[in-house]
């Protein structure tokens, strides 16, 4: 008997909390990444959107979109979430995201084609929100902007055990694609990226777990630089590290989208409608770039004075990057996955 009230009692606390989870009638439950990220969207754009629409919104952390959003097919406990491009594409691929018409989206006429993303039907299935850039990171104790001209000073061998590099699940996407295109590639043929991505690795002092471990090593001093993301910089500049920058080399750099997604079978569209399209408008993109560095992709988004001397102008910036195809990505991720893999440990 008390094995039969302890499981009973077990499956309520489940059920409720189950419940608890999912969406509520008319609310929106919103999926991101942890920490100063999801607090962004909390105080950014989730309390200005409820107090003027009425609408309850409520932001869950997560380590990772996908993996989150497939175990919950069809009976997603959020009805929004923000990913990659090529999470976006790849959940799209298997059937696991909701469509919809662009009309109901007036904002995205502000929008460059490429910032969201279209089925075979025609429908929008991803809303780009905003991007950040894929750069040349460096301790500036240690090095200065003009050191890296070229992304192959990554390679240089008086950089040895003193650069970071990111694990594969994000070197596959990242790296390789960028450097592949260094070499004269792109993402549809990374195999001119493998003899740099194999250099830079040998160079490597560790390979990074976390933005928070990339921190400490580049503000540390332990490693003089890396590729990284700027928004991961800019944060750092803004709560007092002067010592870390990042520059983009003359091959470029990597754009970096993030999209708003909503899983199949979501709750609450009318709701969900109504959170994207306020998310795409310049205020709140001007909002979160004061947050986090997170470059607004609305075109019509006006950058002050201040923000453009701290960051740049977005399109100025986008001119010296490149976008890969998301589809690409996603259809080839698991496998160069597995080769960066394979890459690492060779030269170990």
């Known amino acids: 008997m008390k094995h039969a009230a302890g499981l009973l009692m077990a499956l309520s606390l489940f059920s409720l909390s189950t419940t608890v989870a999912c969406a509520a009638d008319g609310e929106v439950v919103m999926g991101t990444w942890g920490g100063g990220n999801s607090e962004m969207w909390r105080e950014k754009v989730g309390k200005p959107f409820s107090a003027s629409s009425g609408i309850v919104v409520k932001i869950r952390d997560w380590s990772d979109p996908e993996p989150t959003l497939r175990a919950q097919a069809r009976k997603p406990q959020f009805n929004v979430a923000l990913g990659t491009c090529y999470n976006a594409a790849n959940l799209q691929k298997d059937g696991l995201l909701e469509s919809f018409k662009k009309e109901d989206f007036p904002e995205l006429a502000n929008f460059e084609k490429s910032s969201y993303l279209i089925d075979q039907n025609g429908e929008v299935y991803a809303f780009g929100i905003y991007f950040q850039y894929y750069g040349a990171a460096f301790n500036s104790d240690q090095a200065k902007a003009s050191d890296f001209e070229s992304w192959r000073a990554l390679a240089d061998p008086k950089f040895k055990d003193k650069v970071a590099i990111a694990r594969p699940i994000y070197a596959a996407p990242n790296d390789l694609v960028l450097f592949a ?13 493998i003899p740099l991505l194999t250099s830079i690795a040998r160079n490597a002092l560790t390979v990074t777990n976390s933005t928070a471990q990339m921190n400490a090593l580049l503000s540390r001093g332990e490693v003089t630089a890396g590729a990284y993301y700027s928004s991961r910089v800019w944060t750092m500049r803004a709560s007092g590290v002067k010592n870390v920058d990042i520059t983009i080399p003359s091959e470029g750099g990597l754009l970096l989208s993030y999209f708003l997604i909503v899983p199949k079978g979501a709750k609450n569209l009318d709701a969900v409608k109504a959170w994207i399209n306020y998310a795409l408008r310049p205020a709140p993109e001007l909002a979160m770039l004061d947050a986090s560095g997170f470059l607004p992709l609305n075109q019509t988004a006006a950058l002050s ?3 453009l001397k701290e960051v740049g102008s977005p399109q100025s910036l986008r001119s010296k990057l490149y976008q890969p195809d998301c589809s690409v990505l996603a259809a080839n991720q698991e496998k160069r996955v597995n080769l960066v893999e394979q890459i690492y440990s060779q030269v170990k």
């Open 181 to 193: 295109k260094v070499g004269g590639g792109d993402e549809n043929n990374i195999q001119p990226g």
């Open 305 to 307: 004075q201040e923000q």
